[in-house]
């Protein structure tokens, strides 16, 4: 797939993660573009999974071409115009975390019901055992622990975001009614849901106040509001949430190989849920 030249001047940076920035561009308010930083592979692996998610109906933007600036490669999609995450909308308006919230957990419970072609896609079991083998930062000993643990959970046909941040669901506000969808679906996969909320409760719970206000837009007491707004939501008030938390925090422990994937470094907090646990 040959990537399309594009003048960056065209364009203005509107945000940046662990993996590259986004910009929208100046002149046409439908067209914004993805470019990574490095790995120019991954560009166009994420396009075609891009294609093939937005083709199950999932809501997620719509995405267009392989792009290169001449430094860079990258992805243009279909702008959702007026966009706002859930993680912007509860550090701009704090009062509402728990509506927003329970709203993030509808659009979770339905994405978790959504069953997928298990030959169009990866099953995270396998996707986290790629991750494993690659990672530096455990022991041996450690890895095939893990991977017992990867390989006697739950099996499910269902799909996985991957990375499921409120920060990777957006949403656009006309007359009172908001359209969510999904963006950042690199991790896509199916598999049992309890390895995608662990995401969710990592990113409420197990990180640094300033972590927190940087990346999440809000405090860490708004972070935990959420978590209990979502988690009600997801599993319902009648759920024993003591049960369910012991569970999630193993699954957040798990999403360190996404976390150091991403930044190249070992990250010893969030590795706390694997000890007296899974090793």
Same mark, same amino acid.
């Given at each position: ?28 308010? $439908? ?103 690659? $990672? ?5 000993e450690q890895k095939a622990k893990i991977c017992d643990f990867i390989a006697n959970a739950p099996d499910a046909d269902t799909a996985i975001h991957g990375d499921l941040q409120f920060g990777n669901c957006i949403f656009t506000e006309e007359d009172g009614i ?41 405090? $860490? ?9 979502? %988690? ?19 699954? %957040? ?27």
């Amino acid at each position: 797939m040959e990537p399309i030249l594009i003048d960056l001047n065209d364009y203005v940076r509107t945000g940046e993660g662990a993996n590259g920035a986004s910009y929208d561009h100046k002149h046409d308010p $439908n067209i914004m573009v993805k470019l990574y930083f490095r790995n120019y592979n991954s560009a166009e692996k994420e396009l075609e999974l891009a294609k093939k998610i937005y083709q199950t109906g999932i809501p997620t933007p719509e995405p267009g071409d392989l792009v290169t600036d001449g430094k860079h490669i990258g992805i243009r999609f279909k702008k959702v115009v007026g966009k706002r995450s859930y993680s912007r909308a509860c550090g701009d308006n704090p009062e509402r975390t728990e509506e927003y919230a329970r709203e993030f957990a509808q659009m979770c419970k339905r994405l978790h019901a959504t069953h997928i072609d298990a030959t169009q896609f990866e099953d995270v079991k396998s996707h986290l055992n790629t991750l494993l083998d690659a $990672n530096p930062y455990f022991t041996p000993e450690q890895k095939a622990k893990i991977c017992d643990f990867i390989a006697n959970a739950p099996d499910a046909d269902t799909a996985i975001h991957g990375d499921l941040q409120f920060g990777n669901c957006i949403f656009t506000e006309e007359d009172g009614i908001r359209t969510s969808y999904f963006i950042d679906l690199g991790d896509f996969c199916y598999g049992y849901p309890m390895f995608d909320l662990g995401m969710v409760y990592l990113c409420c719970h197990l990180n640094d106040e300033s972590w927190t206000m940087e990346v999440n837009h809000m405090s $860490n007491a708004t972070a935990a509001r959420f978590w209990d707004a979502f %988690a009600k939501e997801y599993f319902g008030p009648s759920a024993n949430m003591e049960t369910i938390t012991r569970e999630v925090k193993i699954y %957040a422990g798990l999403k360190t190989l996404i976390i150091e994937r991403d930044t190249h470094c070992p990250m010893p907090q969030f590795r706390a849920m694997l000890e007296g646990t899974i090793y």
